[in-house]
């Protein structure tokens, strides 16, 4: 069966500094993958995504993430955090699952960046 | 373009009422999909519908059904509630290829007393 793990359930970063949110996947075959980003008091945001390709994908709002299949990882990416982007995040993968292709996520990281 | 919308926006139910929650996609949205969010669980996936057929089903007990109207419209039916389906139901919409990104309503939170 397919999963979706963020292993950290928040993440603390200074405003300025590089932050990272860490996805790990498993699927059957080539996966789709996705993050999210739900803030307080608003629905889920589509932020990016890997279907093929480059494996740095880039996003809104300066996201970018690096899809690393040997590691079967998916980690969301930004050079300079900024106080806003204090959100809960949610990586998402759609893969083959008892021949159908299923939307599962992650339990969420909830990213704090601090003044 | 509109957002996805879904109504209504809170319900408040009692054990063994049954409810029905609606979405309207985005329009030329054809794919619908439904989730359950609860802070110990997270984002549970319900079923897909595309083109008025269910494409994928979570696993989740009869209780929970769908289904999706000519329209894209679609409607989440819950029968004999319990308590533990307390939750925020979310409803996402894409044009409907698997590589398509989803667009999410703003939920329906329902409480069961």
């Known amino acids: 069966a397919q999963s979706v793990a963020q292993p950290e359930d928040q993440v603390n970063v200074a405003e300025g500094n590089p932050l990272t949110v860490k996805c790990t996947y498993s699927v059957s075959g080539n996966p789709y993958l996705f993050w999210y980003v739900q803030y307080p008091n608003r629905g889920l945001q589509f932020l990016l995504k890997?279907?093929?390709?480059?494996?740095l994908v880039k996003g809104s709002y300066g996201f970018e993430a690096e899809f690393n299949k040997s590691q079967t990882s998916f980690h969301l990416k930004k050079p300079s955090a900024l106080v806003s982007d204090s959100a809960l995040y949610f990586c998402a993968v759609r893969g083959l699952d008892s021949g159908t292709y299923k939307y599962i996520f992650g339990t969420g990281t909830r990213l704090k960046v601090l003044a | 373009k509109a957002g996805v919308t879904q109504t209504p926006r809170y319900l408040i139910k009692t054990r063994g009422q049954q409810v029905t929650l609606s979405c309207s996609p985005i329009s030329g949205h054809r794919s619908v999909s439904w989730y359950q969010q609860t802070p110990g669980q997270g984002l549970q996936f319900l079923f897909e519908y595309f083109s008025e057929t269910q494409r994928n089903k979570g696993n989740f007990p009869g209780r929970f059904s769908g289904r999706q109207f000519s329209n894209s419209r679609s409607e989440m039916n819950v029968s004999t509630l319990e308590l533990g389906d307390s939750a925020l139901y979310l409803c996402?919409?894409?044009?409907?290829?698997?590589?398509?990104?989803?667009?999410f309503g703003p939920g329906t939170r329902l409480t069961v007393l």
């Open positions: 996402a919409s894409s044009v409907g290829q698997l590589y398509n990104e989803q667009f």
């Open positions: 890997y279907i093929t390709g480059d494996n």
